[in-house]
Nanobody, 127 residues
Framework: QVQLVESGGGSVQAGGSLRLSCAAS????????MGWFRQAPGKEREGVAA????????YYADSVKGRFTISQDNANNTLYLQMNSLKPEDTAMYYC????????????????????WGQGTQVTVSS
């Protein structure tokens, strides 16, 4: 059974940093496209960043390029999202997602691309 468990959310002031973690289990971690999504109240879920756990390109939404970094620890089946220079508009519930197909430029940001989801972790950035 695939399980994704996010942690690391919290409340910070604008300009601050947080690191989100996603602990994965129940599947062959090294063969999945894994992504981070976020959803603010009243808004659609949007792709933030993604990478293939077997290596290769990383993908970022324009709104977070240069501020967020996606990375992984294959030894511990954990995906990370380092978030720097946080802004109030980054406030959202952040979700980890995984799928057995590879990441692609035209699909990594689509929530429908991913089969497995975590429960989310809240990030709140105050001005």
């Amino acid at each position: 059974q695939v399980q994704l468990v996010e942690s690391g959310g919290g409340s910070v002031q604008a300009g601050g940093s947080l690191r989100l973690s996603c602990a994965a289990s129940g599947y062959s971690y090294s063969r999945y496209c894994m992504g981070w999504f976020r959803q603010a109240p009243g808004k659609e879920r949007e792709g933030v960043a993604a990478m293939h756990t077997g290596g290769g390109s990383t993908y970022y939404a324009d709104s977070v390029k240069g501020r967020f970094t996606i990375s992984q620890d294959n030894a511990n089946n954990t995906l990370y999202l380092q978030m720097n220079s946080l802004k109030p508009e980054d406030t959202a519930m952040y979700y980890c997602a995984a799928d057995g197909f590879g990441c692609a430029v035209g699909s990594w940001y689509l929530s429908s691309w991913y089969k497995y989801w975590g429960q989310g972790t809240q990030v709140t950035v105050s001005s």
